[in-house]
């Protein structure tokens, strides 16, 4: 009976280590329940018994990764906020209190752990992106709330707007598969500390957040660039691949009920 017991506790351990790996890899919707079983040397009996199907076998993998990651960045906010007083936290704090938690959990769990953070929040599954909106909205409105204070000049739509492009772009880095070439790359090939790696990290994003739009610099520098591109030659149209589906419009990553109120 024991041994029973111990056998089923590994099936479902197996199961989410694969489903872990298979989501890492190949985002929700590419991933199948014969590759997680495959991979799990198990069958989908057990998927259905341990869990009830493949979205139950994701919520519990991200849930398990998840809560408390974002427990940790909510208590580390509320520290933050405290020790700030009456002056709210500026941006490359918030950043940082977003950035520490996950690091922490990837020095815990791995690099894969923070390919895993890359994959959810770029991941354009419907699944998935209604998973966040549902479980972690109120830490969405929280962070987002923390922005505002930092950025009270920024117009809420624009600043949604910012965070979505900024982390997206971040969360898609992570999800590749050269973790570690990167941070070979921001560490510049010497010795670097969590404090200063994270340091890097928050002088590239935090300019995203911060840089006024309509700087002459900017907008003469692409209307130089524009009357250049005008004048040359008209280049030779690719020919449509015949039964190619149609490009998805762009859509935001983050539920936008949650920063473009």
């Not at 599954?125 to 962070?143: A, D, N, T, W």
Request: hydrophobic residues 45%; positive net charge; charged residues 20%.
């Amino acid at each position: 009976m024991i041994g029973k017991h111990v056998s089923s506790k590994g099936t479902r351990t197996r199961l989410l280590q694969a489903a872990e790996a298979l989501f890492v890899e190949h985002g929700y919707e590419a991933m199948s329940l014969r590759q997680i079983t495959m991979q799990a040397g198990a069958n989908i009996a057990a998927v259905n018994y341990h869990f009830g199907g493949k979205e139950a076998l994701v919520r519990e993998l991200l849930s398990h990764r998840l809560d408390r990651l974002n427990r940790e960045r909510e208590r580390l906010l509320a520290a933050c906020e405290r020790a700030c007083g009456e002056q709210a936290p500026d941006v490359a704090t918030v950043l940082g209190v977003l950035f520490v938690p996950a690091l922490r959990m990837a020095r815990a769990g791995g690099p894969a752990s923070m390919r895993l953070l890359g994959r959810v929040y770029s991941d354009p599954s419907p699944f998935i992106r209604g998973y966040l909106h549902e479980h972690y909205r109120s830490v969405f409105e929280g962070f987002f709330a923390a922005f505002e204070r930092a950025l009270p000049h920024v117009p809420r739509h624009e600043l949604g707007v910012r965070l979505q492009f900024s982390l997206r772009a971040l969360s898609g880095v992570l999800a590749g598969g050269h973790l570690d070439e990167l941070i070979a790359a921001i560490c510049i090939g010497g010795p670097v500390d969590d404090t200063r790696l994270l340091s890097r990290v928050v002088a590239m994003i935090a300019p995203m957040l911060t840089t006024p739009f309509g700087q002459a610099a900017h907008d003469g520098a692409v209307e130089r660039v524009m009357r250049l591109a005008a004048a040359l030659p008209e280049p030779e149209r690719d020919r449509p691949v015949p039964g190619a589906p149609k490009p998805d419009a762009w859509e935001l990553p983050w539920p936008t009920q949650a920063v473009c109120r």
